[in-house]
């Protein structure tokens, strides 16, 4: 019983073990039935044997300590020693270099201020309070005049009645830029919302957006030099639809 | 100073090390260029965050990077040679033979094209397998077979037409 003749690929994947179990035995078998074959694959495995000891000998071959792994590594350490090194001097050279310059702004550091983060202190300070929430309120004084006065300009108050909050009153607060103040506002489930403004030069006007920080939700913009916030809590969807509607609704 | 780890690794690539060599001369066909090629190599492989991960074999991946070096170093070499021989149209443009591999056998595989060398010395002398070859080099599995075959039969004829042809140094 002859097997199928192997191709001279075979042949050669057979005479370097690659050739998978079943086709190799088959090959085996077709060798063991063709003389010719067996002739054959013998000459190329002499070639192989040729080769194997023309290029032998290795382990006599001197041996080169600069190649040592232990040498190398040791010498890539070094280098990267000395390059962490020279970055760090330059880094202190520069840094030395820049205090002087650096000292004047010193006051300025920390992360970069969010825009109206300030309204949202405000709200989570004053507008949950049960007394003294605020430290003006209606009926006593017409608050529009009162914050123009305390503010030194007119203020235009969002009318939220449409939207369910009653105007409480408000509070005068202080910022770096000036006087800012916080309008609260009550739904009849209780509910508060803030209206906050307070000069605001670092932001070009038109800049606006919306936030969330800790459960409450902050819809803020800016315009001629002022921003503007509406606060309240981010889980009540009458608050988060009221929020919505500005500033498209003054 | 130094793991554990960092030992048992050095002491495996120590092992490795005449089979690099051997692979890096094939390569370039001069002993301290080869032994160059082998340096640069082992400060890429000691400095690759890959030599800490088990994943494939170290002798498949250190031939990789050492190839792969060749070839990068081989790329940046024709546009010099190629300058110099503008300036010198007789500079020698054939690499010196290996001293250290005489006889007809060694002269023909010598003769042999790069491609081939490093095909033989992986399939025929270092014993991998058609996968890690294909590793090495970095083609597709398949094209492995038909280059083996391919270099064998060049380097037959090589080796034929050698026959007769005497030694050029007696060895020591």
Redesign the interface.
Known sequence: MSAAPAS??EL??FL?G?LDASRSAEVRRYLDGSPTAAARLTA?RR??E??????A???T?PP?P?????V??RR?RRRAWRRAARALALVMALGLAGVVGWSSRAAYVGPAIKPMEDALDAYRVFARARTHAVEISLPRMSLPSWLAASLGHPVALPDLRAHGFRLLGARLLATSEGAAAMVLYEADNGRRLSFYLRPARHFIPGTQGWREKEGLRVRYWYRGGFGFALVGSADDAHTVATLRAFPSAL | MGSIDERIQEEELRALLPRLRRFALSLVREPSAADELVRTSLELALSSRRLRKATAPLRSWLFAVLYRRFLEVRRRGTRWRQLLARLRPDAETEQPLAERWIGASALAFARLSVENRAILLMVTVEGFSYQETARVLAIPVASVLPRVLHARQVYRQLSEGMQGVAPLRRVK
């Open positions: 001279d690929e050669h994947a370097d690659q190329w070639d192989a040729g080769l194997r000891a023309a290029l000998g290795i382990e071959w080169n600069s190649l040592d792994p232990a190398i590594r890539l």
